[in-house]
């Protein structure tokens, strides 16, 4: 019926329908693993985890803090053993706050993903001002400290602004990750023009809000051994439906929850499996996929 409100930024496409292509190596599965890592301002903003607390809500602002201080430590030991990269979606607190973390991954080779400040503001609370102001923030510093620009952003707790796909274009990015739960296949937003009478495509990559530790095991209550399971079933699932078309698998995690010793050995059993079939997949990174993608988009 006309006159509803639609969402302008991306066009509808039945995945049926589009051009078939390959990642490298004529694979037809693409695997990255997103890891965020991130920092509040003590009693300022956060969601509360599992129950309605007071200022300062330490309860939250602690469980969390166990990410930084142990959990993304035995993540990346097991990370290491079997040799898996990874999408690090940051607050640039982290660099200050715990610059050991960041510059263990900037060694493994990690690519960081501009994820704002701090996760105690999302965008789409913020006048123009004051997100144009983080934006030129946060880019400076991921630029100084990982010895380039970055690529990909995703807004603090997936909220961003109606102007946030505007601004990355702006500021650079290439791709997004806002909008990711959309599709399975990488696809194009539509920003304002930057130049007179040019207006820029930004690529989002999928990104999932099912396969997402914290509302699945924090919110829905899900068990790791149901959580990974459930991957496990996903990708076994995305791997065979690649005999129609190109897909992209994604799991999101977050140091504090998947951090726990007695979720880690079910996160290992994905991770093997994946691996496992590594012969017939791209285990890379998502900045390798928006790259490798736009190329195939220039041909």
Known sequence: MAGFPDFKRISFSTIKDRP???????????????????HFIYGEGGVDLDRTSPSP???????REYGNRVGVWRLLDLFDEL???????ANTAIYDHAPQIMA??????DEVIGHGITNSKPLASMDEAEERALFQEVTERLTEEE??????????????????????AEFGYS?????????????????????KNKTEQL?????PIELNDQPAMVFRRDGPDEFFASAIVQFDEMLRATE?????FVVSLHSFIVGQPYRLKHLRRLLEHIKSHEADIWITKPGDIAAYYRGLSDD
Request: hydrophobic share 40%; net charge negative; proline share 11%.
């Open 147 to 168: 010895g380039g620009p970055p690529q990909g952003w995703l807004s603090p707790y997936l909220a961003p602004s109606e102007r946030t796909p505007d601004l990355l």
């Open 83 to 89: 040799e898996f990269p990874l999408g690090v979606i």
């Open 203 to 207: 690529l989002c990559l999928p990104y």
């Open 244 to 248: 129609k078309y190109s897909q992209v």
């Open 57 to 63: 809500n330490l309860r939250s602002y602690l469980w």
């Open 104 to 109: 263990a991954h900037r060694a493994r080779g």
């Open 20 to 38: 078939q292509f390959h990642w490298p190596g004529s694979k037809r599965l693409a695997c990255y693993l997103a890891l965020n890592l991130e």
């Open 175 to 195: 791709y997004i990750l806002d909008f990711g739960m959309v599709d399975d296949q990488p696809f194009w937003c539509e920003t304002a023009p930057i130049h």
